[in-house]
């Protein structure tokens, strides 16, 4: 049984810093894209970024381009986004999510296999 579990949200100030963690069972996370959505209410989930399987290849959102970096700890088994210069527009819950294989893009909610329950990140002005 797949299991993602996300932890590290919290309420914070802008210009604050949080890493939020994806503790993956069941799978192993370097032979998965692995991706961070996030959802505010009345929206859909939204893509933040994803490493494919290799590690070489990962991508940004814009409006996270250069503040937020994913990664991954293949001995931990977890995923990592690291989210610095956290801003107002930043509030959502984070969710983490993991793909087999590309049947769908992987910027979009569809593209994925698996889904974690999601953790709240408040960014207080």
């Known amino acids: 049984q797949v299991q993602l579990g996300e932890s590290g949200g919290g309420l914070v100030q802008a210009g604050d810093s949080l890493r939020l963690s994806c503790a993956a069972s069941?799978?192993?996370?370097?032979?998965?894209?692995m991706a961070w959505f996030r959802q505010t209410p009345g929206k859909e989930r939204a893509i933040v970024a994803y490493?494919?399987?290799?590690?070489?290849?990962?991508y940004y959102t814009d409006s996270v381009k250069g503040r937020f970096t994913i990664s991954r700890d293949n001995a931990k088994n977890t995923v990592y986004l690291q989210m610095n210069n956290l801003r107002p527009e930043d509030t959502a819950v984070y969710y983490c999510?993991?793909?087999?294989?590309?049947?769908?893009?992987?910027?979009?909610?569809?593209?994925?296999?698996?889904w974690g329950q999601g953790t709240p990140v408040t960014v207080s002005s």
């Open positions: 999510a993991a793909a087999r294989r590309i049947n769908r893009p992987l910027v979009t909610s569809a593209g994925y296999d698996y």
């Open positions: 069941g799978l192993t996370v370097s032979s998965y894209h």
């Open positions: 490493m494919r399987w290799s590690a070489g290849s990962t």
